[in-house]
């Protein structure tokens, strides 16, 4: 088996669970936020940046990919680990999301997705299979089967058929899948706010048995309130012994919530973009750093942060590269804002362990300003 979860103990006070997911790249410790290496790279981040902010695992974007500079020249180039000189493990998506986001052409049919290149405009189609040979060119730890991510808000019956093929599609990405022994495919629960057709999606692929499950549909749109009413009766319904991935939740609220609701793994590409426009995650929430007020500012973007930029850099100067357009302001930036979300998941690792995450919830909401929702993202 390519992949093993270990659970190493459920928070007395919530479903939060503490674990080690075993990867062919190295030892995971859950629960874990991933940065988003969208086209093989983080952006203005380098491995040894990643490794040094304590990344332990990073994703990477099969449509992008596919579409440059192409799976068989990574397959060439001996798998994504050596084409980006990442040695730690690589979650990849199916691409499905972004088909259906990117591509304003498209045609849906049973066999998959027809589609326009939004580079170029070029007809390319992915299918179940497709999305396989790509992701085993790949050569990621963890890949995802190709799925449809209906939006918000959606007609219930075109969920629910949306869904169904969502079912049909995960069983033949198994069927076509060649690397098992080093490659773990996790299947997509679907099934919109709908919490009988979650149902019906979760019974549907724990039934194919795969090494771990991603929930998906969520953050795309819909009020948080109700993403989390999804995730509280969708987490219960998955195996313990596997793996649980929120797809595209990168918030700190959420991160929070989504792990109290039992979930293992997040990535979201928040952090990276909010930073390329100089707003920050800091101990005492929102900052944004372009702001005039902080043109004279020669304390740290966080004063009880410890990573690269808050102990070398200033305010000041980060804010004049960025009104400068200086390169180095937004590898500041993100540097910074992955180091926070890291390190706030190190820190609700040890609450869990600890049994105390629902207190340190509300000590952070409390600091964070998340409480009068005055400085949330």
């Known amino acids: 088996m390519a992949i093993r979860y270990e659970l190493i103990k459920t928070c007395k006070q919530s479903g939060a669970r503490l674990g080690k997911l075993h990867t062919p790249h190295g030892e995971i410790e859950t629960p874990i936020f ?11 981040m380098s491995p040894e940046d990643l490794k040094q902010l304590k990344a332990q695992i990073i994703l990477s974007n099969t449509y992008h990919l596919f579409l440059r500079p192409g799976h ?11 084409f ?5 493990p690589i979650l ?4 499905g999301f972004q088909v259906f986001s990117l591509s304003e052409m498209r045609k849906i049919t049973e066999e998959g997705v027809a589609f326009r290149s939004h580079l170029n405009g070029d007809k390319l189609f992915i299918s179940p299979e497709v999305a396989m040979e790509i992701q085993n060119a790949l050569g990621s730890d963890i890949m995802m089967a190709f799925d449809e991510c209906p ?7 075109y969920v629910k058929q949306s869904t169904e093929r969502t079912s049909r599609w995960a069983e033949r990405c198994l069927n076509h899948h060649e690397r098992k022994h080093d490659q773990a495919l996790f299947g997509i629960v679907q099934g919109g706010m709908h919490e009988d057709l979650r149902r019906q999606s979760v019974a549907d692929l724990t039934s194919m048995d795969f090494p771990g499950y991603s929930i998906g549909g969520l953050s795309v749109g819909e009020p948080k309130d109700i993403m989390y009413e999804v995730l509280e009766f969708t987490t219960p319904l998955l195996p313990t012994h596997k793996p649980r991935y929120l797809m595209g939740v990168g918030s700190p609220d959420a991160l ?3 792990a109290i609701r039992g979930v293992d793994m997040f990535d979201c590409v928040l952090p990276t973009r909010i930073a390329r426009n100089g707003t920050l995650m800091t101990s005492q929430g929102r900052l944004v750093v372009r702001n005039a007020k902080y043109a004279k500012d020669f304390g740290p973007l966080d004063p009880n942060c410890d ?3 808050c102990k070398n850099y200033s305010r000041a100067y980060i804010r004049h590269l960025l009104k400068a357009d200086e390169i180095f302001g937004v590898r ?3 540097y910074h804002n992955l180091y926070f979300l890291v390190q706030l998941m190190e820190r609700v690792r040890e609450a869990i362990r600890e049994d105390r995450l629902l207190d340190f919830k509300e000590e952070f909401f409390d600091a964070y300003g998340l409480h009068d929702n005055k400085r949330g993202f």
Do not use: F
Request: charge should be negative; glycine fraction near 10%; aromatic fraction near 8%.
């Open 34 to 44: 991933m940065p988003v290496g969208t086209q093989a790279t983080v952006k203005t």
């Open 256 to 258: 929070l919530e989504g």
């Open 307 to 309: 990573c690269y930029t």
């Open 332 to 334: 500041l930036t993100t």
């Open 84 to 88: 980006m000189n990442w040695d730690r």
């Open 92 to 95: 990849t998506d199916s691409g």
């Open 72 to 82: 068989e020249l990574i397959r060439e180039a001996g798998g994504l680990h050596k």
């Open 151 to 157: 939006p918000y808000p959606a007609d219930y019956n």
